[in-house]
């Protein structure tokens, strides 16, 4: 069973940038999926950038493009979230996810929440203004 582990979050100002960081503890199977989600207070769970395994695809939510970048280091399973110039909207619980997929799903299976089966506990970023 894979195990998801989000780091990185706290206290930013608006304006600045931050890095979250999800240590997978084993190597998902092949067409898994890597995503990343955010929860606000409040709110629903709320897709913001997904990839294959291999890194042959990346899918954003809306208006996330331009703003996160989601990248893996294979060789340390490791999977991050840069965020930059982030506004107090962006303040939420983010979530690492892992799942598989089928070879014919496409944006809106990444973007499906309830395709992931392993989940980490999340991270809270806080966004001052």
């Known amino acids: 069973q894979v195990q998801l582990v989000e780091s990185g979050g706290g206290l930013v100002q608006a304006g600045d940038s931050l890095r979250l960081s999800c240590g997978i503890s084993?190597?998902?199977?092949?067409?898994?999926?890597l995503a990343w989600f955010r929860q606000a207070p409040a709110k629903e769970r709320e897709f913001v950038v997904a990839m294959k395994w291999d890194g042959s695809s990346v899918y954003y939510g809306d208006s996330m493009e331009g703003r996160f970048t989601i990248s893996l280091d294979p060789a340390k399973n490791v999977l991050y979230l840069r965020m930059n110039n982030l506004e107090p909207g962006a303040a939420a619980v983010y979530y690492c996810a892992s799942g598989a997929m089928s070879p014919f799903d496409g944006s809106v299976s990444y973007a499906t929440a309830a395709k992931y089966s392993y989940w980490g506990q999340g991270t809270r970023v806080t966004v001052s203004s």
């Open positions: 084993d190597r998902p199977f092949a067409r898994h999926a």
